[in-house]
């Protein structure tokens, strides 16, 4: 039997904080075997908010290097850039034509960005969840391993795929594949440092509210140093009054590699002053290798460059053949 396929990206917008390590890529990489896995750089993306194209071309290959830093394993993996298939704007036309309107004006994320853009919002803001719907759906794929916030876009997804099968698909032969959202319950929703009740996010102002990937040793010591507590003395999980001990806990959880169990027998007697040298620590420790890969990889372009290449054909294989069979559904024929 053949593996089930996987699709999965990240935005090279700055460098990767922990949620989007322990939300998304270090899940992908311990399931890696299982499946047959895309892992895309989703430079399209990137420009739905104002950008510096300097910066873009920098942060694509930064983002690339740090899922190979991160151990995604080229055996089972094929490492792409969004922008180099051109399928994806392609089929995202398509889909667009498909889309009622107000699906997108509902999405919760396009809702908040949109708030910060002011009088700026660009269309493409509105239109991002359907290139990503097209991302998924052009490589048949089954599973999207996604943080939680990326799961109402994965139903949009489903919704697309609803749509265009009922409209354009045979019963025994739709378009296209109905993927699934695969959303692990630990390290989905990694929070800020300065507020437990704020998700980590790359466009938080505020520095000090996330973990950087590539952060020095030093960072990290300043920044779990200053972030938010409470008053309590004694640490646990699951208390919504405490959301922020709860987060702690969980990235201690997550980058120690301890149980849950252990964790709460560790730290349940001890006060913020002991606890955080130890997160710091497990956070350093965890993130030493990563890091030093990272600059391994950065240092022969080249390399980095045969990889894309190699992503890209691969990717196109699959990509080339879904859009055929999409653009075949609608009506378009294509002379030889
Ligand atoms: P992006 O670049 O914002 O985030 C990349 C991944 O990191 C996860 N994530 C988090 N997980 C837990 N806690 C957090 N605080 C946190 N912040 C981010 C996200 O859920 C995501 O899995 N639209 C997507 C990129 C995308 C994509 C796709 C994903 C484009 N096409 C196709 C999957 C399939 C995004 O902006 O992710």
């Not at 300097?54 to 983002?63: E, Q, S, V």
């Not at 980590?200 to 950087?212: C, V, Y």
């Amino acid at each position: 039997m053949s593996k089930k396929r996987v699709l999965s990206g990240v935005q090279p917008t700055g460098n990767l904080h922990l949620g989007n390590y322990l939300g998304a890529i270090r899940n992908w990489v311990t399931s890696q075997s299982e499946y047959e896995n895309y892992f895309c750089v989703v430079d399209l993306h990137a420009i739905t908010v104002p950008h510096d194209p300097t910066k873009l071309a920098k942060d694509t290959y930064t983002i690339a290097a740090l899922y190979l830093a991160c151990g995604i394993d080229l055996q089972d993996s094929t490492i792409f850039v969004q922008s180099h298939v051109s399928a994806h704007a392609e089929l995202t036309w398509l889909l667009n034509c498909i889309t009622p309107l107000n699906w997108l004006e509902r999405m919760i994320q396009f809702k908040e960005k949109a708030v910060k853009q002011g009088e700026n919002v660009s269309v493409g803001l509105l239109d991002y969840p359907v290139l990503m719907a097209a991302d998924i759906l052009l490589y048949d794929t089954d599973l999207v391993p996604v943080g939680e916030d990326q799961k109402q876009h994965i139903e949009l997804t489903r919704d697309i795929v609803i749509r265009i099968n009922d409209q354009f698909g045979q019963k025994q032969k739709p378009v296209l594949k109905q993927p699934k959202p695969l959303i692990r319950e630990e390290g989905a929703r990694v929070m800020s440092l300065t507020d437990g009740t704020k998700k980590m996010s790359k466009s938080d102002p505020a520095e000090m509210s996330r973990i950087e990937i590539l952060d020095s040793p030093e960072a990290i010591a300043r920044k779990i140093k200053r972030c938010k507590t409470d008053p309590q003395k004694g640490l646990e999980f699951d208390n919504p009054e405490r959301p922020e001990c709860h987060n702690l806990l969980s990235l201690y959880l997550l980058l120690s590699g301890k149980t849950k169990e252990e964790v709460t027998a560790e730290c349940q007697d001890l006060g913020w002053g002991q606890f955080k040298p130890l997160l710091t620590e497990a956070t350093i420790e965890a993130l030493k290798p990563i890091q030093e890969r990272y600059q391994e990889i950065m240092g022969d372009r080249d390399y980095l460059e045969t990889i894309l290449r190699e992503g890209r054909e691969k990717a196109e294989l699959s990509a080339n053949e879904v859009l055929a069979r999409v653009k075949s559904a609608l009506g378009y024929s294509t002379p030889l």
